[in-house]
């Protein structure tokens, strides 16, 4: 089983990213797709998740109207596009996969390794 995210980088404040997550190895039908972030210092905290059927999404409040998560099931692909970028939100981005949306790591069975989106002021 493999995950794998993409499309870190460093963006200036304001500016927009789009993590992708590509997932393999097994089958991940109706598994939720999540991504969490960590920044240094700080525990592991949820951003976004999304149902297989796509029908429910969630947000952390601090990022709602900014990030949107979508998938794209016949692509094994998860997608974050993140839009008016703050310098808080820099961290290291992981995508997860797990039975049910929620928003404890202990939910996901299944982790991508992280890319790293840098925010500067």
């Known amino acids: 089983v493999q995950l794998q995210a993409s499309g870190g980088g460093l963006v200036q404040a304001g500016g927009s990213l789009r993590l992708s997550c590509t997932y393999s190895?097994?089958?991940?039908?109706?598994?939720?797709m999540g991504w969490f972030r960590q920044a240094p210092g700080k525990e592991r905290e949820f951003v976004a998740g999304?149902?297989?059927?796509?029908?429910?999404?969630y947000y952390r409040d601090a990022v709602k109207g900014r990030f949107t998560i979508s998938r794209d099931n016949a692509k094994n692909t998860v997608y974050l596009q993140m839009n008016s970028l703050k310098p808080e939100d820099t961290a290291v981005y992981y995508c997860?996969?797990?039975?049910?949306?929620?928003?404890?790591?202990?939910?996901?069975?299944?982790w991508g390794q992280g890319t790293l989106v840098t925010v500067s002021s």
């Open positions: 999304i149902s297989w059927n796509r029908s429910n999404t």
């Open positions: 997860a996969a797990g039975p049910y949306i929620g928003t404890s790591t202990a939910g996901y069975d299944y």
């Open positions: 190895g097994r089958t991940f039908s109706g598994y939720v």
